[in-house]
């Protein structure tokens, strides 16, 4: 399975919404319904942020929302915050028990 | 709260098996809800699912990693281990135990990861 695509870098002004795309195959992205958004502040643990596409675990902001459509699914960001700058990585389910994760997007708040 | 604890060796020479052990606390490691995880993140790279691990002791791997990988569970001590067998350089990593649920669908809990370098 290939890593799925994210773009490197997003940046947004504080208060500003920063949307940070997720692109894979009908294999994985486009097969399911269970795509995960994770953050990682620098030299910290990934952090649950959204899963099964758009669902937010308790305790995270609903500034945080999550979409798919076809192979390629989203991560919004509104209300941009200092504290949101950080590495934001998806990751979905590609069957027969099988993950896959993105390369990873720097999210920038100028 | 359920926590999770990575332990092992920091340094492992090229060719040699890279064992890793992680420590479930404050919940068991014998339920039908979770699969037990193995992710790794080279240095300023991405995270690479490894595999995992049911309660039942079936496992699953990444297909890039599958002939190197074993995943063992021992419920008597509430940990799950990882080996990787021939090690290189490219296999230098901090390497996290995770929680995966059937509730999420997702990693929901994860260790604080432990630094593994390949290196003779």
């Known amino acids: 399975q290939s890593a799925l695509t994210q773009p490197p870098s997003a940046s947004g002004s504080p208060g500003q919404s920063v949307t940070i795309s997720c692109t894979g195959t009908?294999?994985?992205?486009?097969?399911?319904?269970?795509v995960s958004w994770y953050q990682q502040h620098p030299g910290k643990v990934p952090k649950l942020m959204i899963y099964?596409?758009?669902k937010r675990p308790s305790g995270v902001p609903d500034r945080f929302s999550g979409s798919k459509s076809g192979n390629t699914a989203s991560l919004t960001v509104s209300g941009l915050q200092a504290e949101d700058e950080a590495d934001y990585y998806c990751?979905?389910?590609?069957?027969?028990?099988?993950?896959?994760f993105g390369g990873g997007t720097k999210l920038t708040v100028l | 709260q359920v926590q999770l604890q990575e332990s092992g060796p920091g340094l492992v020479k090229p060719s040699q098996t890279l064992s890793l052990t992680c420590t479930v606390s404050?919940?068991?490691?014998?339920?039908?809800?979770?699969?037990w995880s193995w992710i790794r993140q080279p240095p300023g790279k991405g995270l690479e699912w490894i595999g995992y691990?049911?309660?039942?002791?079936?496992?699953y791997f990444n297909p890039s990693l599958k002939s190197r990988v074993a995943i063992s569970l021992d419920t008597s001590k509430n940990h799950f281990s990882l080996k990787l067998t021939s090690v290189t350089a490219a296999d230098t990593a901090v390497y996290y135990c995770?929680?995966?649920?059937?509730?999420?669908?997702?990693?929901?809990?994860w260790g604080q990861g432990t630094t593994v370098t390949v290196s003779s």
């Open positions: 995770a929680r995966e649920t059937t509730s999420y669908i997702a990693f929901d809990i």
């Open positions: 404050g919940g068991s490691i014998r339920t039908d809800n979770y699969y």
């Open positions: 691990i049911y309660y039942s002791g079936n496992t």
């Open positions: 009908s294999s994985d992205v486009g097969g399911y319904n269970y």
């Open positions: 099964e596409v758009n």
């Open positions: 990751s979905s389910y590609v069957g027969s028990n099988n993950w896959v």
